[in-house]
């Protein structure tokens, strides 16, 4: 068997971005050459990353990215299963230059998006390189893309709430805004974009809440009313009380400082998500072979 040194295996160390284990292992099971033990990595990372795809990824972050015309922005979440590995630098680069991906070719979808390239190499072959060298399962699981005439302005928080706002007006408005969105969450931007039936369904709930108060039907009918006015300011971005200053809205923020707003676009990381469980040391003992 051909000795192998220690300088070989950091050479595949470095090509494949693996453990030293498997690299010295792999270029024992080929005789030391090192173009078929990185050939045999390549081909476990498949099977890995296959075996990996089966495990929940609910951590993770939110690649952000505005162009440098302030017209075209993306955020792009991808999962991983601990929150260590979302703060690994790798992961935050590919998160990224997703993001940049997305707001200059503007893909139809994730599918379309993991057949584009960087650099040569398409993303759905990246990922599976990631997974392979983190050990973890990694998903791409959506993004959102804006563009506009007007301008851009994007806010991360802690890398797990990226926002992207639509604005006219003082770049610190659009700062303020993405700012507020990323607290207080919005589902709409105003009072006109919020869907019939929706309004209906919450009508039906004060109308039934107010009833049993047993006041006299003109008083239940305003009772409702204000009730529905308050829930419309509570899920619009322009009924929000400002979060920097709850006497105002967003509304009357804007206005007073003679901007507009065209839109705006959150992801939360793991939203929807069933995060992982896990009995830490019950699984420590599992993996030594021991019964609890």
Known sequence: MAEISAGLVKELRELTGLGMMECKKALSETGGNLEKAEELLRIRSGAKASKAAGRVAAEGVIGAFVAGDGKRGALVEINCETDFVAKNEDFLAFARALAERVALE?????????????????????????????????AVRRFRRMETAARLALYVHNNRIGVLVDFEGPEDVGKDVAMHVAFAKPQHLRKADVPA????????????????????????????????????GEITLLGQAFVKDDKQTIEKMLAARKASLNGFAFLVVGEGLEKRSTDFAAEVMAQAGIAR
Request: aromatic share 2%; proline share 3%; net charge negative.
């Open 197 to 232: 039936d929706v309004v209906e369904r919450e009508r039906q709930i004060l109308a039934a809440r107010a009833k049993e108060s047993g006041k006299p039907a003109e008083i239940v009918a305003k009772m409702v009313e204000g009730g529905i006015n308050k829930y419309l």
């Open 106 to 138: 503007s893909p139809a979808d994730v599918e379309a998006l993991s057949a584009l390239t960087i650099e040569g190499t398409t993303v759905e072959a990246r990922r599976q390189a990631l997974v392979q060298k983190i050990g973890e399962n990694i």
